[in-house]
């Protein structure tokens, strides 16, 4: 009898572990498509912010390598991805600290803090 519960208890285990396996890995594909990196881990491939899309370019930068690229200042415009405790600050060419609603222009070149010091470009996918 004793034998009979400890098989009872072994397949919740196991049903109540494989339940958690596919709920992470269901979790961690939908953080994939949705943000274009894995949770935790690495640098997206892309940006979604504005309403627009914005992919890789270039190497990180240093900040001063960053605002000698541009007369106009960069202001910081939130966090990426939006939810976790490993978001990035993101940053924006824009004239001033705005919250862009539809119809809004975008800025051209976002980028997204990788470390103490650099920073990722992304530039804006097709067209205005």
Do not use: K, N
Not at 5 to 34: D, I, M, P
Not at 46 to 73: M, N
């Amino acid at each position: 009898m004793a034998r009979r519960g400890a098989r009872l208890g072994l397949g919740v285990a196991c049903g109540a572990l494989t339940l958690v396996v596919v709920a992470a890995g269901t979790f961690a594909v939908w953080y994939r498509e949705t943000y274009s990196e894995w949770p935790v881990l690495g640098l997206p491939d892309r940006v979604h912010w504005c309403g627009r899309d914005y992919q890789i370019d270039g190497p990180a930068q240093t900040w001063r390598q960053v605002t000698a690229q541009t007369p106009t200042p960069i202001h910081r415009v939130g966090q990426y991805p939006p939810g976790g405790w490993w978001r990035q600050e993101l940053l924006a060419v824009t004239p001033g600290v705005v919250l862009h609603g539809p119809g809004e222009p975008c800025a051209a070149v976002v980028y997204l803090s990788t470390g103490s010091a650099t920073y990722q470009s992304y530039s804006l996918e097709g067209g205005p």
